[in-house]
Nanobody, 119 residues
């Protein structure tokens, strides 16, 4: 079982930036799709951004142009710029072993890091 640990969340004013990080217990940055998801109170979990084993990225329409997903040999990152009130949520890192396009369902999840955007 892969263990994922997120960090970097916090409170920020609208228009500000945060960078989330996710480290894994093992080396999973090859042959894995990795992604960031978020869930706000009373809402369903939504996919924010994914990066495939081939480094193809995909973003939710709501974050395109503001968020950037990246990874290196040690961690997965989510750079969040121009944050809005509606970005407030618990953010989760996820990983799934697959070569090719990312799946809809991921098999490994972190416990989340809270992002709160205020006016």
């Amino acid at each position: 079982q892969v263990q994922l640990v997120e960090s970097g969340g916090g409170s920020v004013q609208a228009g500000g930036s945060l960078r989330l990080s996710c480290v894994a217990s093992g080396y999973i940055f090859t042959g894995y799709c990795m992604g960031w998801f978020r869930q706000a109170p009373g809402k369903e979990r939504e996919e924010v951004a994914t990066i495939s084993s081939g480094m193809n990225t995909k973003y939710a329409d709501s974050v395109k142009g503001r968020f950037g997903i990246s990874k290196d040999n040690t961690a997965l990152y989510l750079q969040m710029n121009s944050l809005k009130l509606e970005d407030t949520a618990m953010y989760y890192c996820a990983a799934h072993p697959v070569w090719g396009p990312c799946p809809k369902d991921f098999s490994n999840w972190g416990h989340g890091t809270q992002v709160t955007v205020s006016s």
